[in-house]
């Protein structure tokens, strides 16, 4: 028996709507895209939508859409993380400005810090000072702790769509957030992502950004920092067959996160969800132990897929903790409860 870390769930609807668009004539960004993105406002609850080709594109444009002509200055940025988000930092031209890094480790199974222990937003002359915060594995921002600092966040939400909290689902928590709707994500358009916000002027903003910086209603006319980085209609069609099924998806993921957390209580630590959170994404499934590699190993040999942790960005010691002691089960969403019974089964063999 194998069991991935995670898969797509690509059937006879998607494969139809990407051979609609391809019979069309027109693959480009259009109508559908258009479509997408009226849908996953509506689904998210914010006022408008931009669909990119990536998720690290979307944050790329949205680090863009924040700062100023000529530079982009973040003050918060997670060390444990993807490295595509500091990636998007550089990509923008943040690169060369000393940003730091602060860890927001609320995903630790214990002593989680809150961002209390951020420092004040400072000031800076001519300066836009951004906070990019990640929501990790789907746990949702707290929007109460988050709304009272004061400063202006770009979430990296790129493993929390549908998550929700505090009553908002990501996306509409009052910041922007940009999401990545690659093949292991919650849905999929196979390559793309996007940026939620509740600013219909940004709005506009992302879409000359995504076209090389390109006006709205003047052919030509660059009128802003930009590049390309505009989806297709196919790959936009796609994503309208997933956002169908989403709700369906997280009932899924749910169901395998509360066997695992009942099969393995007591033998792993798990992320600590707090009060705030109404709805967990799910994406991944990470859990704590001691030596995540060599459970990984002792899981490969009985056909189990897994994730090891990703290198901190700093030397922040809670990153380097979770680091070295995480792993991600498999998780996705056709994953069957036998599924996830015989993989949890198996980290109980393999750790005794």
Known sequence: MRIPWSKPDIGREEIAAANRVLESGWVSVGEETNLFERELASYIGCRDVVVFNSGTSALVGALLAHGSDDWVRVKHLPSYTFPATMNALLAAGGGQYGQWFVDDVDYMPVNPKTVHALPPKPTWKNAHDIYVP????????????????????????????????????????????????????????????????????????????????????????????????????????????????????????????RIYREYLQGLVEFQYVPDHVERHGNMMFPVFVDDPFKLSVKLRERGIDTRLGWKPLSGDQWARHVYERVICLPIYNTMLDSDAEYVASKVMEAMI
């Not at 849905?187 to 940004?202: F, H, K, N, Q, Y």
């Open 134 to 257: 990640v929501s990790y594995a789907g746990l949702p921002l707290d929007r109460d702790e988050w709304g009272k600092l004061g400063v202006t966040v770009v979430e990296d939400a790129a493993e929390s769509f549908g998550a929700k909290a505090n009553g908002f689902k990501v996306g509409a928590q009052g910041w922007d957030a940009t999401f990545s709707f690659h093949t292991a994500k919650l849905i999929t358009m196979v390559e793309g992502g996007a940026v939620a916000t509740d600013d219909p002027l940004r709005g506009e903003k992302l879409r000359c950004i995504r076209a090389n910086g390109e006006s709205l209603t003047e052919k030509g006319a660059f009128v802003t920092r930009g590049l390309n980085m505009k989806p297709s209609d196919i790959h936009s069609a796609i994503g309208r067959e997933q956002l169908r099924k989403v709700d369906k998806y997280l009932d899924r993921r749910e169901r395998v996160s």
